[in-house]
């Protein structure tokens, strides 16, 4: 991993061309101030950066994917058409940052502030995967390869973070089949804990659900919106 300086960087963005993603991927860069900069079309994948101001920063059309943020502030930041895809943004400061348009999936945000954060309905995965209110179904893959389909009700708690995993905090289990559907099972095991079990017609429910939707693994019941994506889990 190479290691940046404020001025090295500010060298290597002359070199960069509309339209074209510079190549400053897998790169180290601590203590700086980069607030106010132009760093659009920069490609800083797997980069790590530490103790970084990217106040007002201009990162529209950027690569991020998974780059390492650790104690950075992005107060106002423009990140428009970005991609974000599995950055590690952990109590990092995106108040008031611009992520219109923009590719969050897998970010991990967990304790960010995201106070008047601006989104669009181009932004992919900040807002909920699943339904926001009313009842619907859930596929969840058990041991065994089980296939678990619930009913989550219109009063569950359900979250969803920058993926196609979701949580609510009960369900009814409906079916448990084996993937090709030839075979159905009355009980099914959890992957995560052995001994909380899904039994065909019965209610599941988890009494310390945490509501904290950019908590990822956590308290829950965790499925998915459709029998491809638990069956793929």
Same mark, same amino acid.
């Given at each position: 991993?190479?290691?940046?300086?404020?001025?090295?960087?500010?060298?290597?963005?002359?070199?960069?061309?509309?339209?074209?993603?510079?190549?400053?991927?897998?790169?180290?860069? !601590?203590?700086?101030?980069?607030?106010? &900069?132009?760093?659009?079309?920069?490609?800083?994948?797997?980069?790590?950066?530490?103790?970084?101001?990217?106040?007002?920063?201009?990162?529209? !059309?950027?690569?991020?994917?998974?780059?390492? %943020?650790?104690? =950075?502030?992005?107060?106002?930041?423009? %990140?428009?058409?970005?991609?974000?895809?599995?950055?590690?943004?952990?109590? /990092?400061?995106?108040?008031?940052?611009?992520?219109?348009?923009?590719?969050?999936?897998?970010?991990? +945000?967990?304790?960010?502030? +995201?106070?008047?954060?601006?989104?669009?309905?181009?932004?992919? %995965?900040?807002?909920?995967?699943?339904?926001?209110?009313?009842?619907?179904?859930?596929?969840?893959? =058990?041991?065994?390869?089980?296939?678990?389909? +619930?009913?989550?009700?219109? /009063?569950?708690? $359900?979250?969803?973070?920058?993926?196609?995993?979701?949580?609510?905090?009960?369900?009814?289990?409906?079916?448990?089949?084996?993937?090709?559907?030839?075979?159905?099972?009355?009980?099914? &095991?959890?992957?995560?804990?052995?001994?909380?079990?899904?039994?065909?017609?019965?209610?599941?429910?988890?009494?310390?659900?945490?509501? /904290?939707? &950019?908590?990822?693994?956590?308290?829950?019941?965790?499925? &998915?919106?459709? $029998?491809?994506?638990?069956?793929?889990?």
């Amino acid at each position: 991993m190479i290691t940046l300086t404020t001025e090295t960087l500010r060298e290597k963005l002359k070199e960069r061309k509309e339209g074209e993603l510079l190549n400053l991927q897998d790169m180290e860069l !601590s203590d700086a101030d980069l607030s106010g &900069w132009d760093l659009s079309w920069v490609d800083f994948s797997l980069t790590s950066f530490h103790h970084i101001s990217f106040d007002h920063a201009d990162m529209h !059309s950027c690569a991020v994917e998974n780059a390492l %943020f650790d104690d =950075c502030s992005f107060r106002g930041t423009n %990140f428009r058409q970005a991609n974000l895809k599995g950055a590690a943004m952990r109590y /990092d400061d995106l108040s008031g940052a611009d992520i219109s348009g923009a590719n969050l999936f897998s970010a991990v +945000l967990e304790h960010a502030n +995201l106070d008047g954060i601006i989104s669009d309905e181009n932004t992919k %995965f900040f807002r909920l995967y699943c339904p926001e209110k009313g009842a619907f179904l859930g596929y969840k893959k =058990c041991f065994n390869n089980r296939l678990v389909q +619930l009913l989550i009700p219109a /009063d569950a708690k $359900r979250t969803s973070a920058t993926m196609n995993s979701c949580r609510c905090s009960k369900a009814k289990v409906l079916s448990i089949k084996s993937f090709d559907y030839k075979e159905e099972y009355d009980e099914a &095991w959890s992957l995560v804990d052995e001994n909380f079990v899904y039994r065909k017609g019965q209610w599941v429910e988890v009494p310390d659900f945490n509501e /904290d939707r &950019w908590m990822d693994s956590t308290t829950g019941i965790h499925f &998915w919106m459709t $029998r491809e994506e638990a069956k793929a889990y």
